[in-house]
């Protein structure tokens, strides 16, 4: 039988694809990865959408019980929705191989990403370095702003992704405050973004010290030097 990973895209139960709705129509049963990221909208309302009982997964489970997983997939056939591109976070390629290894069938349903939602900024995609998460508990951690430093050395953008721990999302206010408690200038022009992919998502550039915003999840810039025509994209997002 075939494990299905399906992007659920970025904003709500209606970002599925046609794709990864008929794999859901077709599947036994129905995983829903709630730790890595979040959707606006009630698991009530993907179930009445999806036309099937779903079933949430922690943190733990994945990692420690996808042993049960795999075992059903050999079985019948087995979804986990995976809110944005499924195998955006790294977490969910060790599911993927796995699954090749024990030669269970495994299909990935491509959806939106934050990683290319930060597009609607105006900085250019491919003028990003390496991607950074400022975690909860940071205070004897420098490895995100380290990156931050790197990527501004070898003239990158950064995108600083945040923390997200069951209940709790980082806000981009946070995770200024960490990068400025790390050496960041207050007066650095950063971008923070709000619920990308929403139809109206919150999206402001500004001084570190000053960028506060209120959709979620959220996530922070660190732009390197702008090219003319990412200056003139930044200045729509500018209060
Ligand atoms: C591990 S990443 C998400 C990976 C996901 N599979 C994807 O492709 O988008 C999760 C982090 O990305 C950021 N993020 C996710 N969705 C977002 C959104 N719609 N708007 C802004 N930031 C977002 C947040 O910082 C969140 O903690």
């Known amino acids: 039988m075939t494990l299905y990973l399906i992007g659920l895209g970025l904003h709500d139960e209606r970002d599925i694809t046609l794709k990864g709705l008929d794999a859901i129509k077709a599947c036994k049963k129905v ?31 994945v990692e420690e019980d996808a042993d049960k997983l795999l075992k059903e997939a050999k079985k019948e056939d087995v979804a986990v929705l995976i809110v944005g591109a499924p195998l955006a976070a790294t977490t969910h390629i060790d599911l993927f191989l796995e699954a090749k290894k024990q030669k269970i069938p495994v299909e990935v ?30 205070e004897k951690i420098t490895s995100p702003y380290d990156v931050v430093i790197a990527n501004q050395k070898n003239k990158l953008h950064t995108l600083c992704l945040l923390d997200i721990q069951e209940t709790k999302m980082m806000t981009a206010r946070e995770g200024l405050d960490y990068l400025i408690r790390q050496g960041l200038k207050k007066e650095t022009l950063v971008v923070a973004c709000g619920a990308l992919g929403a139809p109206d998502p919150e999206i402001k550039a500004g001084k570190a010290k000053d960028l506060k915003i209120t959709r979620f999840p959220q996530c922070i810039l660190v732009p390197a030097d702008l090219h003319f025509k990412e200056e003139e994209a930044l200045s729509i997002w500018k209060p």
């Open 31 to 61: 995983y829903f990865e709630t730790y890595t990221s979040k959707l606006n909208t009630a698991q009530h309302n993907m179930e009445k959408l999806y036309g099937k009982k779903i079933t949430a997964i922690p943190r733990s489970f």
């Open 109 to 138: 349903i491509e959806n939106g990403s934050v990683l290319t939602a930060i597009g609607i900024t105006g900085l250019f995609l491919y003028k990003f370095g390496r991607i950074t998460t400022i975690p909860f508990n940071n």
